[in-house]
């Protein structure tokens, strides 16, 4: 990566060796390129994710599901990187109609389908064409995956009235104590500065902002502006 995702390519030297620092919003970028083949569900992360898929109940999921019961508007919900589909199904056993996941691998996809009964699209984000809009489309843990974060806010924009995101947030402690280094996989550690500055650019009002349900993530909610939702 030679780029922060706030568009500067004045990078240097990090904290950490497989992370450069944007001299113009101290985000960190990956020094590795993406690496796809880390997607595959198969092997670790198979057997990360389906561990996941229980433990998510106890402490994630219903964190995740008081953040968007703050929003008015609330029947319908699509979430990019959907991962296992617990919180999909979360959502439908507690009064969401429409619950629609995307994932990037079709048999995680199909994981999905067949323990959660949940809809979900097999598709690269934000290469992806859903003809439909929701109330809130929802990504935890998917910004600093994405290439090109800005575009990926966008058209989460363009499905929902409300966007509602999970990132972590470095603030400067020891490389120990901080789980999210993942050079090829978390493409981008953003500052709240800069994703604070993205969700402006992608035609987002953030209304809501507060620590993560694990340490050293923000939750953020943004409304689609200059547009009626009644």
């Known amino acids: 990566m030679n780029k922060c995702l706030c568009g500067s390519q004045d990078l240097k030297a990090s904290v950490h060796d ?5 001299n113009e919003c101290g985000s960190l970028v990956s020094v590795k390129p993406r690496n796809i083949q880390r997607y595959d569900f198969s092997g670790v992360l198979k057997k990360h994710i389906i ?7 106890a402490d994630r999921i219903p964190f995740w599901f008081n953040e968007l019961k703050k ?6 919900v699509l979430e990019i990187g959907c991962s ?7 959502c439908n ?4 109609s429409r619950c629609v996941g995307v994932e990037l691998n079709e048999e995680l996809c199909q994981y999905v389908r067949d323990t959660f009964n ?8 934000p290469d992806v ?12 843990d998917l910004i600093e995956h994405l290439e090109n974060p800005l575009a990926g806010l966008k058209k989460m924009a363009e499905l929902g009235k409300y966007v509602v ?10 490389l120990d104590y901080f789980p999210y280094f993942d050079a090829g996989v978390h493409l981008f550690i953003p500052s709240k500065k800069t994703i604070n500055k993205l969700f402006d650019l992608a035609g987002l009002e953030l209304i809501s902002c507060v620590d993560g349900a694990f340490k050293q993530n923000l939750t953020m909610i943004g409304k689609v502006k200059d547009e009626s939702i009644n």
Request: proline content about 3%; hydrophobic content about 40%.
């Open 51 to 57: 561990e996941r898929s229980y433990l998510d109940f």
């Open 93 to 96: 056993a507690f009064g969401f």
């Open 129 to 140: 064409e859903i003809d439909e809009k929701f109330d809130i489309v929802c990504g935890f």
């Open 84 to 90: 296992h589909g617990g919180f999909l199904y979360y």
């Open 18 to 22: 497989e992370y450069y620092l944007c």
């Open 118 to 125: 949940i809809e979900t699209i097999c598709a690269d984000f």
């Open 165 to 174: 995101i999970q990132i972590p947030i470095y603030s400067g402690e020891a």
């Open 71 to 76: 929003i008015p508007l609330n029947d319908s």
